[in-house]
C-alpha cells in the first residue's frame, strides 16, 4: 500500500485556492480511477482503490494545512508504512505555474504543510511539487497562495490536474522521471 496525500485546506471557501491544488490532485486521481468513495479516517478522508497493480491510498488531511503531518503520520502507523511509501502532492512557489516536478526529500521552503509533515514523519518522503509561481515579493505570497485561481488559469489548472491523474501510473510504479516528462508532454500537447 502506498499512501498519496493531497496538502489543502478542508472547507468549500478553500477549494480553489492555489494553496489547494495537492487536494485538486488528489481528487483528480480519485475520480479518473474510480477510487471508493471518500470515508472519514486518519483525521482527514481517505480513499483506497488501485493504479495497475499498485494499492494506493489517497489521503486528505482535514487537519487544516499546518497540522497536515497529525493526519499522514496517523495514516503511516495504522498501515505500518515508512517514508519511501508516502507522496505528497503541493502547491509550489518556486516553480512556475502548472509545472510538475517530484523529488524526495529537501527543505520546507516555508510551506507550513511541509513543515507539520517533516514535524510529525521526517523528511524523505516523495513529493509532487504543483507550480503556482510566485507573486514577485514575499509580501505579496500569503494573499497569492491563499487566493483563488484566476478564470483565465482555469483551463491549464483542469490540463494540469488530467495530465497528472492521467500519468500516475508512472508514479505508481516508481518511475518519478517518466511521470515529470509525460505530465509535461501532455501539456504541451494541450498547449
Known amino acids: 500500500m502506498q499512501i498519496w496525500v493531497g496538502l489543502g485546506n478542508p472547507g468549500t471557501q478553500y477549494a480553489l485556492h492555489r494553496h489547494n491544488v495537492g487536494f485538486m490532485a ?7 480511477h474510480d477510487f471508493e468513495p471518500p470515508r472519514k479516517a486518519f483525521q482527514g478522508w481517505a480513499q483506497q482503490g488501485r493504479i ?5 491510498l489517497l ?3 482535514a487537519t487544516f494545512m499546518n497540522e497536515s503531518g497529525r493526519s ?7 498501515f505500518k508504512k515508512d517514508l519511501g511509501d508516502v507522496t505528497i502532492f503541493h502547491d509550489e512557489l518556486d516553480l512556475a ?39 514577485g515579493h514575499k509580501d505579496k505570497v500569503t494573499k497569492y497562495v491563499l487566493g483563488n485561481y484566476a478564470k483565465s488559469e482555469m483551463d491549464a489548472l483542469a490540463d494540469m490536474l488530467g495530465a497528472i491523474a492521467g500519468e500516475a ?4 510504479q516508481g518511475d ?5 516528462s509525460e505530465v509535461a508532454r501532455r501539456q504541451q ?3
Not at 488528489?26 to 479518473?32: F, G, P, S, T
Not at 495497475?52 to 494506493?56: K, L, N, T
Not at 499522514?72 to 495504522?78: C, D, L, Q, S, Y
Not at 524526495?104 to 518522503?125: D, K, M, V, Y
Open 72 to 78: 499522514i503520520g496517523e495514516a503511516m502507523r495504522f
Open 176 to 180: 518519478d522521471a517518466r511521470f515529470m
Open 26 to 32: 488528489i481528487d483528480a486521481i480519485a475520480e479518473l
Open 189 to 191: 500537447d494541450v498547449g
Open 52 to 56: 495497475g497493480s499498485a494499492r494506493i
Open 59 to 61: 489521503l486528505k488531511p
Open 97 to 135: 505555474p502548472f509545472k510538475v516536478k517530484v523529488k524526495a526529500g529537501g527543505g520546507t521552503a516555508g510551506h507550513n504543510g511541509l513543515r507539520s509533515t517533516e514535524a510529525h514523519i521526517g523528511n524523505e518522503f516523495r513529493r509532487v511539487r504543483i507550480g503556482i509561481g510566485h507573486p
Open 169 to 172: 501510473g508512472w508514479l505508481a
